[in-house]
């Protein structure tokens, strides 16, 4: 059976730190073939370069998540660059993505202008080094959208991380030539939109992700999330396009290759 690609993780989080090394090594009997480190802020971008490098399976993403986007004016937007500078450098330090970029509303740690601009920023950074983006967007879905657009996401492409909005908003992206990000949420009962949302898109278009440690899928839900429960995200998504699990693994590993260049 093909091996799942977890297109969204966070293994240099501190719920890790106890047993980080034997979970990592022990994923690929579990069914996990790659994952992909995401990067919110500097120590995060620093810890995911790291673990790329200790894992020949870990690819890591390069960007600021919108809470943390104060950093991008600190330095870290020139630090952003000399990683991407070329495409020898984007494959020396295994990026594949600029990502987690975009909006969040929710917590409004920062100003909105401000987010808006280092998105843009980031935005525009991902095009010049021919990278695809791996977007954040918490109640900011019309803002995020208009901001993408603004700046032609397709001619960027990526996918947009755990995405949560309506089934009108994800053919506009599907239409621009994006993927969704799927995790956890979809096998919760109450997500009746989200689910929907699986039923109508074409499953080219959808990639497994966990979020990790973050939205462990039913039955763990609430418990410490980890790459090895992508296997009942792929089960719901099969039951819920009808169409057999190994095609929903095989299918989606494909289409995380595509979108990262891996
Ligand atoms: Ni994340």
Not at 93 to 98: M, P, R, V
Not at 107 to 128: S, Y
């Amino acid at each position: 059976m093909e091996l799942i690609i977890d297109t969204h993780t966070h293994y240099d989080d501190e719920q890790f730190d106890n047993d980080r090394k034997e979970l990592l090594c022990g994923l690929k009997e579990r069914g996990i073939g790659t994952v992909i480190h995401a990067s919110a802020s500097m120590s995060n971008l620093k810890a995911g370069l790291a673990l790329a490098k200790e894992y020949d399976f870990i690819y890591t993403m390069a960007g600021f998540h919108p809470d943390e986007i104060a950093e991008l004016s600190n330095g870290g937007y020139e630090y952003l660059e000399s990683l991407v500078a070329s495409p020898e450098i984007i494959k020396e330090n295994k990026i594949g993505a600029i990502g987690e970029i975009g909006l969040d509303y929710h917590w409004m740690v920062r100003p909105k202008e401000e987010q808006i601009e280092g998105f843009r920023k980031q935005m525009r950074l991902a095009k010049k080094a021919g990278l695809p983006v791996n977007i954040h967007s918490r109640d900011a879905a019309e803002d995020t959208w208009n901001v993408m657009k603004e700046e032609h996401l397709e001619e960027i492409g990526g996918i947009i991380h755990c995405f949560s909005g309506s089934v009108e908003m994800s053919k506009n992206y599907l239409a621009a030539g994006f993927y969704l990000g799927i995790g956890g949420v979809v096998t919760f009962k109450n997500s009746k939109k989200l689910k929907q949302v699986v039923i109508e898109a074409p499953v080219e278009r959808l990639v497994l992700e966990t979020d990790c440690p973050y939205l462990a899928p039913e039955p763990n839900r609430g418990k410490r999330n980890d790459s090895g429960n992508l296997i009942y995200v792929a089960a719901e998504i099969a039951s819920l396009k009808d169409m057999p699990i190994d095609d929903v693994i095989r299918i989606t590993s494909e289409n995380a290759r595509r979108v990262y260049g891996l």
